[in-house]
């Protein structure tokens, strides 16, 4: 790795801390910083008076600590700065072989700055320090829309579950009448009353005209399913 301005940035939940070293890894400074646009502004008004200072091409490395990274990790590659991602799967692999100062559970902007010095000399350590790459557009898009999706996927899996559960407390026989319990039609049948004992009381012709039901759920009803329905709340 060509000589850099070695940044090394400890991601918290409200602050951050920083620590920044010559290329030999002896730290300069270190102060912490809020996540906030005037964190973020006096993060960037440090680090260039020392690239002035030093006429050193500056590269960053933190942890994505459960996002807390963004959006300083953007405006860190939008200035034009290399930015490397501390892979912690390779980090405990790391701890695993090499004993010592590294073995500590906590990694801060000082260790990180230490994981510089020794990417340069262990290939092991250079695996734990992984550039950031820029990726198009479209891409980051994309990542954004499926991991929402995910996160509405879960969500609805989650209230399915709270669903199908209360129903099975409260009446079992319903959920004998359907594989799923997130199915239109069932989710129309068993709402188109306000109250769960009244479904007994549905006429055939009432059930035929609950969109996405047609002729076989009716016969099942009629076979048994309905009258027990009328014993529960």
Same mark, same amino acid.
């Given at each position: 790795?060509?000589?850099h301005?070695?940044?090394?940035?400890?991601?918290?939940?409200?602050?951050?801390?920083?620590?920044?070293?010559?290329?030999?890894?002896?730290?300069?400074?270190?102060?912490?910083i809020?996540?906030?646009?005037?964190?973020? @502004?006096?993060?960037?008004?440090?680090? *260039?008076?020392?690239?002035? $200072?030093?006429?050193?091409?500056v590269?960053?490395?933190? @942890? !994505?600590y459960n !996002?807390?990274? $963004?959006? #300083?990790d953007?405006?860190?590659r939008?200035?034009?700065?290399? &930015?490397? %991602?501390?892979n %912690?799967?390779k980090?405990a $692999?790391?701890?695993?072989?090499?004993? !010592?100062?590294?073995?500590?559970?906590v990694?801060?902007?000082?260790?990180?700055? @230490? &994981?510089?010095?020794?990417?340069?000399? #262990?290939?092991?350590?250079?695996?734990?320090?992984?550039?950031?790459? *820029?990726?198009p557009?479209?891409n @980051?898009k994309?990542?954004r829309?499926s991991?929402?999706?995910r996160?509405?996927v879960?969500?609805?899996?989650r209230?399915?579950n709270?669903?199908?559960?209360?129903?099975?407390?409260?009446?079992?026989?319903l #959920?004998?009448?359907?594989? $799923?319990?997130?199915?239109?039609?069932?989710?129309?049948?068993?709402?188109?009353?306000d109250?769960?004992?009244? #479904?007994?009381r549905?006429?055939?012709?009432s059930?035929?005209?609950?969109?996405g039901?047609?002729?076989?759920?009716?016969?099942? &009803?009629?076979?048994?399913n309905?009258?027990?329905?009328?014993?529960?709340?």
């Open positions: 790795m060509e000589p301005l070695r940044v090394g940035i400890d991601v918290g939940y409200r602050t951050h801390r920083v620590a920044i070293a010559t290329p030999d890894g002896e730290i300069v400074e270190e102060f912490d809020s996540h906030s646009t005037a964190g973020f @502004e006096h993060f960037f008004h440090r680090v *260039e008076c020392h690239r002035h $200072r030093t006429e050193l091409s590269a960053v490395a933190m @942890e !994505g !996002g807390y990274a $963004r959006p #300083l953007r405006l860190i939008e200035k034009g700065y290399r &930015l490397y %991602n501390v %912690n799967l980090l $692999r790391f701890k695993e072989v090499f004993p !010592g100062a590294a073995k500590t559970d990694i801060d902007a000082r260790k990180i700055i @230490e &994981l510089f010095h020794l990417r340069d000399q #262990l290939p092991l350590a250079k695996d734990v320090l992984q550039e950031v790459v *820029e990726i557009p479209v @980051e994309l990542k829309l991991r929402r999706r996160q509405l879960n969500e609805k899996i209230v399915q709270r669903f199908q559960s209360d129903l099975q407390s409260v009446c079992p026989e #959920l004998a009448i359907t594989t $799923r319990a997130d199915n239109r039609w069932f989710l129309r049948f068993i709402t188109c009353r109250d769960l004992r009244k #479904l007994a549905l006429r055939q012709s059930v035929r005209g609950i969109p039901i047609g002729e076989k759920y009716p016969i099942s &009803l009629r076979n048994g309905s009258r027990r329905v009328s014993h529960r709340k």
